[in-house]
């Protein structure tokens, strides 16, 4: 009686291991989700600063009639579509953040992220 004991005190803490490294998982894989999607939006917010850039040039020819008004709609356009990317990407990092605080149970503030030339070593045992 006392072995089986044992055995199901065993079987509990794997399972509760278990259950723990799935959550540490998940968590982690939200994390980087949140990561992924704030470099997302930077990068966005750098595209438009430059459609915005081009939007200004053209409006500056066609001002002075160096221009067509094909080619100002087109830069407008342009930047309506970057905008409108950037709207997307805004509302997937919210809903990346309120997944990760779903997993997590907390509200996370700045996420720190890894440097450029930060080195990961190669894991022990690992199958590749």
Sequence with gaps: ARS???LVEDQIEAEYYGALS???TDVA?????VLQAQDALDSIAAELEAVQNQLNQIQS???R???QITDLYQARASAAAV???QL???SELAMRREALRSASGVTAGELSSLREEAAIPPLENSIN
Excluded: V
Aim: charged share 20%.
């Design 61 to 63: 020819l066609y001002d």
């Design 65 to 67: 009639q160096l221009a």
């Design 83 to 85: 905008e409108a990317e």
């Design 88 to 90: 997307n990407l805004q």
């Design 29 to 33: 894989e939200r994390y980087f989700n």
């Design 4 to 6: 089986a004991a044992y």
């Design 22 to 24: 799935n959550l540490l």
